[in-house]
Structure formats: structure tokens, C-alpha cells
């Protein structure tokens, strides 16, 4: 079985080096692995591949690879790789992900709650004041929704849960995912966005969720809420968020509907906003547990 | 049956107004509650007070008070109230704060775990550096030390137990917790300390405990390690921390050994470091949870 690997990245934590890939050596012996470092040296090689690991696979590799039967990404989402145009080989996306954005969406909760941006501003003036959480509430008596309930929102879900905050979670099927979890449908959404204190975006990048988060529904959350985008940027339009900034207590977001989100974005200036560099799943570990999951794959082959 | 107020405080959270007691009065109707704003408008009524709820009680008061048999107090510390001499008064501390304490532990934990500091100082700079967090290891997967067990510590263990970590509990007893929190007592430290990616102090403020993390102790940390002050300033003293600073990850301190911290303290300059206005309990739930356990205590009576 040969294996080839496209897994070179610019975000380090997402670029797996000779030594990552030790663990698959020593969990498949009878596998060969070869490590790519740029198309051209996979494309010289991709006929003899079996399996391919890779973050992007355009349509047109497929015919290089006549053996192949399986394109595994780390990717959750499937943005960067397409699949079989002959409908041949099996692509299987990274499940793992949701251990880390999940500790990624406590901490930005935990973050805005706990009014961290006006104590860093406190911290950097060398300032004192304890009056500056006067109205923070318990995070554990308040409630979360949680729009997308993917395998990475139930996750989340279940970790939110877990600080002992009320949680709705809201999906297209509006599947039961606990018995402590509220699932509700999209259609139902107007209902509960006035209950809220923290409403969490999880969606995927597709056409069907782009502006998700519309005006409409920006308005129709409790005023004072706080704003969370850990899916895709095109569920959130930036000025969207601008026009209705008014309305909410403030934003946590790690996707933008243009990244790097601009220089010239007025969503930096915005009082009470945090932005991350789309990083909520950028943990060291990130290698690691996809490689795991090729290998309880692998072997279970 | 007269209660006596005395519960004014700087701190608007810990401020309780007239609006706060109409719990307490709709619970004891047949109590009347004196809310008092200072010490002369106290003294001048104390005679009659058979309870009193309040910030400071100093000895000297007590000679006032001839009916009185029991000062409750919200602190969890006894910083502020003295006990009765003559032991003919039943003084009884708030024991609701690990709820609150616990979040924002659980806040600060993953606000270090997740490079905070340098994800706000790319974020102020309009920066997209996908590589600040490349090092940043799940929390969930981390091993956090707790010294000091108290009721307060034991609800830290259960949160941060509860995000998934490792968590080992120090206290002088070493009384075992739960089946998934390690319990050791203090003489085995020096064992647990290289272990641990962070090390919480939720020591009271006593003479027992001053100095308590000397520069020793912190040494014998994990290079690398994060250290948090969520207990009192005395556990730790300033140049202990700056001289030892080399060894560690970084700190999040919520107390101090001088509070407010001075302006010119090195504290503030250090790089990787978050200090917050000894704030770990300023939530606007903090009043209604005082007067819950004072209406608990007071209908069982």
C-alpha cells in the first residue's frame, strides 16, 4: 500500500513534517509513505498511489491516479479539495476537529463574558478598576445558541453544556442531539434569537449560508448580545455587522467574510469586538489527531 | 427578628441596594431589615440587631450589639470581619463564590492556553498570523495543579476536570475529592510541580501562607509553565515572580501582594502576563447568591 502525502501548509500547526508522519510508520509497517513537498513531485509520483493525504486535490489530479482508492484531508470543510469526477475514489474529511473548536468557542464565550477586551484596555493602562464587570452574569445561568449542529456544533454544544449554560442548538433536521440540549429548526429561529446571550455561528461556506446572519436576524437577537462566527466568513457579512453594532454588546470573530480580513475593515474599530486570525482549530495537536484518524481507518481497512 | 444591614462596598457588585434585600423580605416576612449606609447610621440602631449582614465587623462593634447572635458575611476570606471575643456569636462566611471563581479560573486557564496576549496584540495591530497559537497544545489534554483545596478549590478541580484536564489538587489534608481529581498534600509538591503545564494558587491570605510560592518553588516548575493567582497576593510576592520569570510561560494574576498594584510594579511590563483587579468574584450574580444562602440559613433556623 502506498501512501502519499500533500500535507504542506503555510499555518504551521497544519504543516506535518517528516516526524509527524512516525506514527503512521510505526502503526502500518507494510505501508510506504512518501512525503510531498509541492504538486510537481506528487503529480511525477501519483500513479502509484493507493492513498492519497492531502489539503488540496484539485478535479484534475484524478487522472494521474489510477490506483487510487481513497483521498483522506484534514480539512473539515471542503473547500480545497474536489472530488472524483468519477465518482471512484472515496474522500473522507477530517472528524477531529470539533476537540479543538470546541475548547476554541469556551474561550472566546468565556472571553467576551467575562468583558476581557475592557480589562486588557484596564491591564494596559495600568488601571485598577473592579467596577468594569459589574453587570457580567454567570455565563453557566445564561443561554447560547448555537446555529449549525454539524458533528463539530454538537460538540460544542455538548462542551457549552458543560459550563452549565442553557443550550438551543439550531440545524436544518433540528435532530435531538441530548436530552439537556434544545435542537430546533432554522424555521424556528425568530423564536428563540431574543433569548439569547450569545449566539454562535457554525455554519459551513456554501452558497446556502451565505449572509445567513442577515440584518434581520442581527436585529432580532436580544440588544446587548454577543456575536460569535467560528464557521465561515460568508454567514456574517462585515457591514452587515456594522450597520446593526448598535444592537449587540459585541463580537468574537475567527472568520471574516474576506481573509485576511483588510487593513481598512472597519470591523477593527469597533467597540468590544475581538478578531482571530481564523485559528480556532490551530493547536499543535492538529496533526496528530488526523493522523490518528488515518490510522483507525487504515487499520480497520 | 432585626437584621442589620451593612453591606455598602466601592465595588458596584458587592454595592447591595434597596432592590437587592426584597428577596430576603418576601422569604422572612416576618423579619424587618435595617439597611444601613455607614457605620454611625449602624451603631446608632445596633442595640436591637439580632443579625447582621455585613463587609466589616470589627472587634469593637460587638459591645454594641447585646442581642445580636449571628454576622453573616459574604467574603469567602476573613480579611474584613473579626470575631467576636467573648465567642458568644456565631460568625458564618459566604460559601458560594466557587461558582463564580470557578468561571473565571476556567476563563483565565484558557485565555493563557490560547495565547491571548498575542492574539489581542494582532488583533490591535490588524494582523492575520495564523502562527501565533502553531505551539498551543489542547488544554483538554494538559495537566493543571490546584494548591489549595478549599470549598472554592474543590469546585475549580470539578470545572477544569470537567474541560477535560488532568488536575491535581494540593491541600495540607490531602482529603480525596473525587475518583478522577489526584489529591496530594503539600510535602509532595516538589513531586507533582514538573509535572504540571499550570499551576493555580487559591491560598487565603494568612501568615501560614505568605511567601508560600517562593522563588524555590517556582523554579521547580515546568519551564514553560503557566502560573495563576486567584487566591491572595500574599502567596506570591512580586520580585519573586519578576526574578523567576526566565522559567516560566507566562501568569495570570488576579491578586496581588500590594492591591491596588502600584503603577511603577514590574508586574505590568512583563511580557506574556494578564492582571486583573482582583475581580475573580465581581459578577452582578454576586449579591443574589449572598442572600440566597442568608435566606437558606436564616429559614432553616
Same mark, same amino acid.
Given at each position: %500500500?502506498? &501512501?502519499?502525502?500533500?500535507? @504542506?501548509? /503555510?499555518? !504551521? =500547526? ?8 512516525? *506514527? ?10 512518501? +512525503?510531498?513537498? $509541492? ?15 492531502? @489539503?488540496?486535490?484539485? $478535479?484534475? @489530479? ?9 483521498? %483522506? ?21 477530517? =472528524? ?8 476554541? #468557542?469556551?474561550? $472566546?464565550?468565556?472571553? %467576551?463574558?467575562?468583558? %476581557?477586551?475592557?480589562? @486588557? ?73 431574543? /433569548? ?14 451565505? +449572509? ?9 437577537? !436580544?440588544?446587548?448580545?454577543? #456575536? ?12 452587515? #455587522? ?38 480556532? *482549530? ?12 488515518? &490510522?483507525?481507518?487504515? !487499520?480497520?481497512?
Amino acid at each position: %500500500m502506498e &501512501i502519499h502525502t500533500c500535507l @504542506w501548509n /503555510e499555518v !504551521k =500547526a497544519f504543516d506535518f513534517g517528516d516526524a509527524d508522519f512516525s *506514527c503512521l510508520r510505526e502503526a502500518l509497517p507494510d505501508a510506504t509513505i512518501h +512525503r510531498h513537498d $509541492a504538486e510537481t513531485d506528487f503529480l511525477a509520483k501519483a500513479a502509484d498511489a493507493d492513498i492519497v493525504l492531502t @489539503w488540496d486535490f484539485p $478535479a484534475n @489530479w484524478y487522472p494521474y491516479c489510477p490506483k487510487l482508492h481513497t483521498v %483522506m484531508t484534514p480539512a473539515a470543510g471542503n473547500d480545497w479539495v474536489e472530488p472524483d469526477p468519477a465518482g471512484r475514489v472515496d474522500l473522507i474529511h477530517g =472528524a477531529f476537529h470539533g476537540a479543538l473548536l470546541s475548547e476554541s #468557542l469556551v474561550s $472566546a464565550l468565556l472571553f %467576551m463574558n467575562h468583558r %476581557m477586551p475592557a480589562l @486588557w484596555h484596564n491591564f494596559a493602562e495600568r488601571g485598577w478598576d473592579r467596577n468594569l464587570q459589574a453587570r457580567t452574569r454567570l455565563l453557566a445561568e445564561q443561554t447560547v445558541i448555537i446555529i449549525g449542529m454539524g458533528s463539530i456544533g454538537r460538540i460544542c454544544a455538548r462542551q457549552v453544556r458543560n459550563l452549565g449554560a442553557k443550550v438551543i442548538g439550531v440545524s436544518r433536521s433540528a435532530e435531538p442531539v441530548a436530552d439537556d440540549i434544545a435542537s430546533i429548526s432554522v424555521d424556528q429561529l425568530y423564536r428563540v434569537l431574543p /433569548e439569547a446571550d450569545h449566539v454562535v455561528l457554525l455554519l459551513p461556506g456554501s452558497t446556502d449560508t451565505d +449572509r445567513f446572519m442577515n440584518p434581520a436576524r442581527l436585529r432580532a437577537c !436580544k440588544p446587548g448580545a454577543y #456575536l460569535y462566527n467560528f464557521g465561515r466568513g460568508n454567514a456574517l457579512h462585515s457591514q452587515d #455587522l456594522v450597520d446593526c453594532w448598535d444592537h449587540l454588546g459585541g463580537a468574537f470573530l475567527d472568520v471574516a467574510d474576506e481573509e485576511p480580513l483588510p487593513r481598512d475593515s472597519p470591523l477593527w474599530q469597533l467597540d468590544n469586538i475581538m478578531i482571530t486570525p481564523h485559528s480556532s *482549530c490551530v493547536y499543535d495537536d492538529y496533526r496528530r489527531l488526523f493522523l490518528e484518524e488515518v &490510522i483507525n481507518r487504515l !487499520k480497520g481497512d
